[in-house]
């Protein structure tokens, strides 16, 4: 692990809590920290936005391939693969610029919304995944 190295991040089941416990005991072995540990806490060098950066990431990219093939996101019909934490924040960014989302899905299937999602179906979706834990 190290700047150099391996660069360890957050995913399924693992947060900031765990990372921040990560970066205290790499911070204790080799006392230093900078570039180790992606998902720490702001107060020890994290980012602001770091649930939303690989979400958001995602449709930036997706607006430059748009852009390069002169057409823009608005008004189109998106298909999202997943609904953990990337998917929920790909589905924020597309809403704020006019996308519609139709489809999430997890390992017990797919859920499609010929309608789209709102943010009302969004923030109900966040609930369930991250609060109640459901699949």
């Known amino acids: ?20 416990y990560l970066y205290g005991q790499y911070k204790r ?3 230093e920290f900078t570039g180790v540990l992606t998902g720490k806490n702001v107060k020890w060098g994290g980012s602001f ?11 930036y990219f997706l607006e430059e391939m748009c852009k ?13 693969s997943g609904s953990g934490n990337v998917a929920q924040f790909a589905c924020e960014k597309l ?7 139709l489809t999430f899905s997890d390992s017990n299937g797919t859920i499609v919304d010929k309608d ?10 966040k609930y369930l995944k991250n609060e109640k834990r459901g699949r």
């Open 116 to 125: 789209g999602f709102n943010e009302e179906k969004l923030d109900h979706l």
């Open 68 to 80: 390069d093939n002169n057409t823009v996101i608005r008004g189109k019909n998106v298909l999202l």
């Open 95 to 101: 809403l704020q610029l006019g996308a519609k989302v």
């Open 1 to 20: 692990v190290g700047a150099d190295t391996d660069v360890p991040a957050g995913d399924i089941g693992v947060g900031a809590r765990e990372i921040g």
């Open 49 to 59: 936005i770091r649930p939303e950066a690989t979400g958001y990431g995602a449709v």
């Open 29 to 31: 072995l080799r006392n």
